[in-house]
């Protein structure tokens, strides 16, 4: 063998070794860059509407693969085929042009089916499900057994990062004050983590939705529009990640006026979970106590209401389940030093009683015999007969007295019976500032609205505050 063979095949030997060691490194350094490309590369185009209203543009440009020398591209062409480049020059990894854009996402039918058709619910699974309290606890979601919730708090945002046992995870960002580039941020880190190149997407036609939860599943749902979101401006959209073996959603809108985003990372195979997001949503609880203000709703204040909202609306729930929300203006008492708030419209009377001064509530189209009512107790009010001196002020039969209360300290509920003269209610008798005050609410057969009144009563001893408080 020659001298020039053998220096020939040692010089081959050489650069293969090269060539190997740089394909290594070369690829994972294309990679990252391919990645940190398209990280770099969203663009964020200007809400038209409202501010959820984002556009994401990824786009993947392409360019030329040098190499280090000539040399190397004339003799090893294979080189090239394998990725392999001289570490030492910046390169770029070729790509096929081609543009992500959110808001450009069609409905995709094959991937609507399996988001459609995921696992039924019924009451069954519904009760065997924990209760998880979140945003300060003013809201409250139902999970599965092992699943957690962890709580971040604050002016500005409540997070409620929701992981399950397989892997599942679920973000709910609810703002309380609007920090836009944050929206941004947390949008764009959930799309970071999907495989642009492999992914099938969807967005998902709202009514559609809904719709089709409220036909699949046969089980009655908490909200009007099945999920709390203003469904009128969402935009929800589905991945099917296969490169990842993810299955993601994302929900963009307002929950009773808070902006929000939502958002799901399931494992792709993990079929039966796919349907905890409905659930989280769906059958979110409104706490009632304090009453949760709709978000934005409230109106302007000044010294003369004690800078109080002036009208606002608020949730309040139906019987045992269900939700209305109810627009309410704030209403001042300057005889009994208190303010609170009502439903727009109520109407107001003042009654004198030998011990105590009522003021009633009621509403138009509602029988006059159904009513709810605050009071304040006179001095010569006695406790200890407390009981006998309220149902003797309204005629009411003290055989009709039932013990409701639960314990709670001078609270006492009436119940007729069906007979035709039906009746109901219950006063409860607190003291506030020193002073003893009272709420009765009271319905007949005529028009029954003792639940609707019961929970409007509660707002209004919910939100009461004495003139000392605001001074």
Known sequence: MSNNK????????????????????????????????????????????????VRYRFIISTSSILAASIAMLLVYNDFFQNESLDPNVEVQQSVSDRSFVLNDIRENNDVLEKVLNKYPYDYEDINSLGYHDISNDSLTIRLPTGWSVENTDNEK????????????????????????????????????????????????????????????????????????????????????????????????????????????????????????????????????????????????????????????????????????????????????????????????????????????????????????????????????????IMFSSFNIDLGYYEDLGGGQPYHYSYYSGMDEAFIDGWFNLFELSGDWYYIHKHADRSDYNGGVYSQRLRMFEELIETIETHD
Not at 262 to 286: C, G, H, K, R, Y
């Open 6 to 53: 053998v220096h020939e095949k040692e010089l081959q030997k050489i650069l293969q070794q090269n060539t190997m060691r740089a394909s290594n490194e070369i690829r994972q350094k294309s990679l990252q860059a391919f990645k940190n490309g398209i990280n770099h590369s969203i663009r964020i185009q200007k809400k038209k509407k409202k501010w959820y209203k």
């Open 157 to 388: 945002i409540n997070i409620a990062k929701i992981n399950g046992t397989n892997s599942e995870n679920m973000n709910l960002y609810l703002f309380n004050e609007m920090d836009s580039s944050y929206q941004e941020e947390i949008i764009d880190d959930f799309i970071s983590n999907i495989a642009v190149s492999n992914v099938k997407s969807t967005k998902i036609p709202n009514t559609l939705l809904t719709n089709e939860i409220r036909i699949n599943f046969d089980i009655g749902f908490p909200h009007d529009e099945i999920l709390p979101i203003n469904m009128e401006e969402a935009e929800i959209y589905a991945f099917i990640d296969e490169e990842n073996e993810r299955f993601m959603e994302l929900y963009i809108g307002e929950i009773y006026g808070q902006p929000m985003v939502f958002t799901v990372d399931i494992p792709l195979n993990q079929q039966e979970s796919w349907a905890i997001s409905w659930i989280v949503l769906s059958f979110m609880i409104i706490q009632d106590s304090p009453p949760y203000v709709v978000h934005g709703s409230e109106g302007e204040s000044d010294p003369t209401t004690y800078n109080r909202p002036i009208t606002q609306s608020v949730i309040l729930p139906i019987g045992a389940f269900g939700y209305e929300e109810v627009p309410v203006e704030l209403y001042i008492n300057e005889e009994l030093g208190i303010s609170s708030y009502l439903p727009v419209g109520t109407n107001v009377e003042r009654i004198e009683h030998e011990y105590f001064t009522e003021f009633r509530f009621t509403e138009d189209n509602v029988s006059e015999n159904s009513f709810y009512a605050f009071g304040k107790l006179k001095d010569s009010f006695q406790l200890d007969h407390a009981k006998e």
